[in-house]
């Protein structure tokens, strides 16, 4: 048919140089290239191209492994069994394996492990369903290849146990949530044994009252806890983080909390290249930056300037100018502003009482260009932050109010004839009024992904 070339376009480019050529252009190509293109296939469509030649058949079990239990078209209870006859007729590397529906045995589970470490293994994400917590057998300490792992709702093994060593040479991604740890010396141990972490997220991680980090590599670290206070105290399988302590940290960038409602108290001791902070909150009972000291946002101590922090994120039940104030003077360097009402029934805070008075700001007049208002509805005192602002932030480039209310037009103008944008510090400032949709999530993106510019900006 005269339609033939133009609907396959391998037969249109063997066509254009003799009809007589053979139209198959993936046969002469390299092992190497054949087991990459499958192993870039779902795993099913990959196990399915052993019918094609003798060839395929022998090319699939050495192609690098992409196994994800969710993707295999089995009944949930024979999981177990296929991803067994898989592990045990594979031959090549492993890239990925996902474990998120499976309920394999210990012994099947130990076996498991074992056969993907052997595999070189890179990318482990184990997040069995949530009834039951997934105890990680010894033979989980023998990943030397690993470089990313999520574990979800799983309790790490003991330091030691069976004559394992914590050796994690490559790991640069970690998150651990809804996790169980032996004991504070185990997850010492387990950041020790990592010495090219980049970024660690600890979420809801019990066993462990207080960490003190020291790392060289680490860019990225998250941190939250539990909302229920049973939980906290130790009803989840021991108590959770209630002391995070930056001792020394030269390549951290991003300390980052998913919920400060509640919160461990947290001291930044060496964190020299520091850039991003938040978001902080009241529920962080205790929070100290060098010398300067808050307690629930309540600045005690203001000594200390944290000339490397460029983004700051705040959350409060109603924004205020006074605690707002007491944080820009110890960041000078500040370059992004966010401000968050709560977005879930929050803890109260008393309203401070602060002069209009800037001098001691140094950020406001050299740094300061974008602010952010989450969940803003044009009450007393955030408009009270927000004036003083559009006032005296003299190099502001754009202030953006996420409004929790309707924008209606009335209701704007109002607003902006309060505000007096018209006698704003920095005449080249832009004001911009969105819809808000209310979320009870911090970050809508990981914020343990350090390839995001900004994780605040959602």
């Not at 990225?220 to 049973?230: E, F, R, Y």
């Not at 005449?427 to 993106?445: D, H, N």
Request: charged share 20%; net charge positive.
């Amino acid at each position: 048919m005269a339609t033939t070339a133009s609907a396959n376009p391998i037969r249109a480019i063997t066509a254009a140089g003799n009809d007589d050529e053979d139209p198959d252009l993936i046969s002469p190509l390299s092992d190497c290239i054949l087991t990459t293109i499958l192993s870039l296939l779902p795993l099913p469509a990959a196990g399915r191209t052993q019918v094609l030649s003798h060839r395929w058949r022998r090319l699939w079990p050495s192609a690098p492994l992409h196994l994800l239990d969710s993707h295999l078209p089995v009944p949930a209870s024979s999981l177990s069994a296929a991803v067994s006859r898989i592990l045990a007729s594979h031959c090549g590397s492993a890239v990925r394996f996902h474990l998120l529906i499976a309920r394999p045995s210990a012994s099947d589970f130990d076996s498991w492990l074992r056969s993907l470490a052997a595999k070189n293994l890179q990318e482990l994400v184990l997040r069995p369903p949530s009834d039951k917590i997934l105890p990680l057998p010894p033979s989980f300490l023998a990943f030397r290849s690993l470089r990313t792992a999520e574990l979800t709702n799983c309790r790490l093994p003991e330091d030691g146990a069976g004559g394992g060593e914590v050796n994690f040479p490559h790991l640069g991604e970690l998150t651990l949530r809804l996790a169980s740890v032996p004991s504070s010396a185990a997850l010492h141990a387990l950041l020790v044994g990592c010495p090219e972490l980049a970024s660690l997220s600890l979420d809801r991680v019990f066993g462990c009252r207080a960490l003190r980090v020291r790392s060289w590599s680490l860019r990225s670290l998250t941190v939250s806890v539990s909302p229920d206070a049973a939980a906290r105290a130790g009803g989840g399988g021991g108590a959770e983080l209630e002391h995070l302590v930056v001792e020394d940290a030269p390549a951290l960038e991003r300390l980052l909390a998913h919920d400060i409602n509640w919160g461990p108290s947290i001291n930044v001791v060496r964190a020299p290249r520091l850039q991003m902070l938040g978001y902080l909150g009241i529920g962080i009972p205790e929070l100290q930056l060098g010398s300067a000291l808050f307690r629930s946002m309540c600045a005690v101590r203001l000594e200390a300037e944290l000339r490397c922090v460029r983004t700051l994120a705040l959350e409060m039940a109603e924004p205020q100018l006074k605690p707002v104030a007491d944080f820009l003077k110890c960041f000078p360097c500040l370059e992004t502003l966010y401000v968050m009402s709560h977005m879930v029934v929050p803890q109260s805070m008393r309203i401070l009482n602060h002069e209009m008075d800037d001098d001691r700001i140094e950020c406001l007049h050299h740094d300061l260009k974008k602010v952010v208002l989450k969940g803003y509805r044009g009450r007393k005192h955030e408009m009270q932050l927000a004036s003083f602002l559009v006032r005296h932030a003299s190099v502001l480039q754009v202030l953006k109010f996420l409004c929790a209310n309707v924008c209606s037009a009335k209701w704007l103008t109002n607003q902006k004839r309060q505000l007096q944008v018209d006698s704003r510090a920095s005449l080249g400032a832009q004001f911009v009024f969105e819809k808000f949709s209310k979320s009870y999530i911090r970050f809508l993106k990981p914020a343990s992904n350090i390839s995001l510019v900004d994780p605040f900006d959602t």
